[in-house]
């Protein structure tokens, strides 16, 4: 069997991951699992098995799962279903970020974030968007990248003083070579090709250190979907964000002139490990006046990202109301630029 349901053993209702608790929870009887002690039903099925089409195993209704997919929601019985076939051989993740946040949680910060909708247009915030809020294990591979780097250059110390009546420059000519190793670990690259590469790189930092062996039942619940790109594909992309950490490693090594040039650069990179990992984001997608909006928050510490869409005419009218009150003006200034929406 490809799909994988998770049956509570006294009553036979649909068990869910519950980040709270950190355990396999009953939605019927409220049995907890701890998910460490219990065997993987993951382990009974082969990656040769891969199929289209998905059956929900307490329904028999055709699960809606496109290509990517290794985990969703029976949308006739809710049961959770995971695509077993998905998450196994050489895709299989190698750790999970378990959800911490609950979606009541995200339910009340996603009310936060549109100000309850005392700038949102009207409908904006209906009970159905709030609804629509959905718990999305995003792929990404976790780089550990070691750097060789060596660097030439000319550097200049110049120093003036005053002798009788003269005022003297000295300019010392330095050739400036460093060989530095640089080492970095836990460097995540978002892997799906759904997700905005940006919107989730706002979305760091993730606590690593609480990171599991993944086990399936984590998805119990979730939407979860399989890389697009594999570790190698991703490298260029991976080398470009350690980049400007390796520059500014760079100058700090080099202080003490007064300028500083470099002839040559040479940076050796070396992936010594790529893990493929799942990590907890809750989203809602929406369109607005042929806009895309998303929220979307870090599912282990609740930091949000991304902008909701604001009313021009709520705008005017609180200006309206609040005018003489210049710091309150203001505000509204920084929140229609989109910065200060905290
Ligand atoms: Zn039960
Ligand atoms: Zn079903």
New binding site residues.
């Given amino acids: 069997m490809p799909v994988i349901d998770y049956k509570c053993p006294n009553c036979g209702s649909g068990m869910v991951f519950d980040g709270r608790t950190g355990a396999l929870t009953c939605q019927g009887c409220g049995r907890q699992d701890n998910i460490e002690g219990i065997p993987d039903p993951l382990e009974q099925v082969s990656a040769e098995d891969q199929r289209r089409e998905y059956q929900?195993n307490?329904?028999g209704?055709a699960i809606m799962a496109d290509a990517v997919t290794t985990a969703t929601v029976?949308s006739?019985?809710g049961?959770a279903a995971v695509l077993g076939d998905r998450l196994t051989g050489e895709l299989a993740p190698a750790k999970v970020l378990p959800f911490l946040i609950s979606k009541e949680e995200a339910m009340v910060a996603f009310r936060k974030w549109c100000r309850n909708g005392l700038l949102t247009p009207d409908g904006f915030m209906t009970a159905d968007r709030i609804k629509g809020i959905t718990g999305v294990y995003v792929p990404f591979w976790l780089y550990e990248l070691h750097n060789r780097v060596e660097v030439h250059g000319h550097a200049t110390k110049v120093r003036t003083y005053t002798r009788g009546d003269y005022q003297y420059t000295e300019t010392q000519h330095y050739a400036v070579y460093r060989k530095l190793r640089l080492n970095y670990v836990n460097l995540p690259i978002d892997a799906s090709e759904k997700m905005n590469d940006e919107l989730m790189d706002k979305l760091e930092p993730f606590p690593y250190e609480r990171m599991k062996g993944f086990k399936s039942p984590y998805l119990a619940g979730y939407i979860a979907d399989k890389y697009s790109y594999d570790e190698q594909a991703l490298l260029p992309r991976a080398k470009e964000k350690i980049r400007s950490y390796i520059e500014s490693s760079i100058s700090s090594a080099v202080t003490g002139y007064t300028s500083v040039s470099f002839t040559d650069k040479q940076i050796d990179t070396t992936m010594k490990q790529a893990d493929y990992c799942l990590i907890p984001v809750w989203m809602v997608k929406y369109d607005y006046n042929r806009s895309e909006y998303v929220f979307a928050m870090n599912g282990q510490t609740g930091k949000v990202v991304g902008k909701p869409p604001i009313s021009k005419a709520k705008v005017a009218a609180w200006f309206a109301g609040v005018s003489g009150a210049t710091f309150l003006s203001l505000k509204v200034i920084s929140w229609m630029m989109g910065g200060g929406f905290l």
């Fill in positions: 929900c307490s329904c209704a029976c006739f019985c049961s």
